[in-house]
């Protein structure tokens, strides 16, 4: 491919079965969905006196009933309030995080899709919601604000009670911060259930649609029988030319520039 230097400001994403009407529904739902939870954020901020309380959830003498889900009525117990109902994700990850998004994702594995949509939905309102985002992950918001205010919002999305319930048990262990986090991990969990395999393309000037289908062609046959690729592609004016692909954990690198770095390396090798 014969690349030249260009810069791209934003990156161009695909995905299988997507197309440009289905972006731009989400695009205007992601925009309002954003400007709802930036308001009921705010008024969390404020102290949450506007906020409608949701009713009180039915519980019990030893815990905290929640969907699937399950806290104490001691919070420091933590991940271990977690009720393991449903199958193990394909892919282990023992952090903290992982735990998390491994408890969420047994909790929910008869409705993924769903679940799924509603992490991505969130991820969305972090990233264009500051004061949601603030919400998320500032600590020194009392609960009561809080939970009303995630209430309202989930409520506003008609996110899947799961989901819900997951916020309340990381409010109450104070891991709110690490939502992010966690909606990551739980993305590669399903992404594993459903075969998906993320494919990372990065070059130095947008590629046209010819050049993505040839790319996208060699590496299916890279990929596992079975797999479905997501296509993302990006560009780094630094690459000078070719491509770095990025498929599942493996990197192939046919950059002009790393090859420029390696005849570099060879040529300051002392001869022997």
Request: with cysteine.
């Amino acid at each position: 491919l014969n690349l030249t230097l260009s810069v791209l400001s934003h990156p161009l994403r695909t995905a299988a079965g997507s197309n440009w009407q289905q972006q731009k529904w989400k695009m205007r739902r992601v925009a309002t969905l954003a400007g709802t939870s930036g308001r009921l954020a705010a008024h969390a901020f404020a102290g949450g006196t506007a906020i409608a309380r949701a009713p009180a959830i039915t519980s019990s003498r030893g815990g905290q009933t929640l969907g699937r889900l399950v806290t104490p009525a001691t919070p420091s117990l933590g991940i271990r309030t977690f009720a393991a109902v449903g199958r193990k994700p394909k892919v282990d990850d023992g952090t903290l995080e992982g735990r998390y998004a491994t408890a969420l994702f047994m909790a929910s594995s008869d409705r993924l899709d769903k679940v799924y949509e509603d992490l991505v939905d969130l991820r969305d309102m972090m990233q264009e919601s500051n004061e949601f985002r603030l919400l998320v992950e500032t600590p020194g918001i009392d609960n009561e604000s809080k939970a009303a205010a995630l209430e309202a919002i989930c409520s506003q999305t008609g996110a899947d009670e799961a989901i819900v319930n997951f916020l309340k048990v990381l409010m109450e262990n104070k891991r709110m911060h690490k939502l992010a986090k966690m909606i990551e991990l739980f993305e590669g969990f399903y992404r594993a259930e459903k075969g998906l395999v993320l494919c990372e393309v990065t070059s130095s000037e947008p590629l046209s649609s010819m050049q993505q289908g040839q790319v996208k062609a060699a590496m299916e046959q890279r990929a596992e029988p079975g797999a479905t690729l997501l296509m993302e592609y990006k560009t780094n004016p630094a690459l000078l030319g070719g491509l770095v692909v990025k498929l599942g954990d493996a990197i192939l690198d046919q950059s002009v520039s790393t090859r420029l770095e390696r005849l570099t390396t060879q040529l300051l090798a002392p001869v022997s």
